[in-house]
């Protein structure tokens, strides 16, 4: 799964800093989330406005069809151009489901980007 940014105001921040705790996948009709990450992934988000970065990567996940993708927010650290810092209030508590245009498919022995 890769993560970009859209250009913000840069005059503002110095850095938007993204703590994830936990990303995972959702099979289509139930069953148990599969984890893409092992560890937290934390991130500026100024760095990535005309790029993407690799978020996990997991080998061995199950065949099948996962229609959601779940985003476990830590925190979101603001530091200002003036030299102050904030912590952003987390959105929907802390935890974020992407619903894609189209089911994610995995094939067995498959390589998938999302």
Do not use: W
Request: a neutral charge; proline letters at 5%; aromatic letters at 2%.
């Amino acid at each position: 799964m890769f993560l970009t940014d859209a250009p913000a105001d840069l005059g503002q921040f110095r850095a938007v800093n993204l703590s994830l705790g936990q990303i995972e996948l959702l099979p289509e009709g139930g069953g148990s989330p599969v984890a893409l990450n092992a560890t937290a992934v934390k991130v500026n988000l100024l760095d990535l406005t005309h790029t993407a970065m690799a978020l996990g990567v997991r080998e061995s996940v199950p065949a099948g069809r996962y229609c959601r993708v779940r985003l476990k927010i830590n925190s979101i650290e603001l530091l200002l151009s003036d030299g102050g810092r904030e912590n952003a209030d987390l959105p929907a508590r802390g935890v974020l489901t992407l619903i894609p245009r189209n089911c994610i498919q995995v094939a067995s022995a498959a390589v998938v980007h999302l």
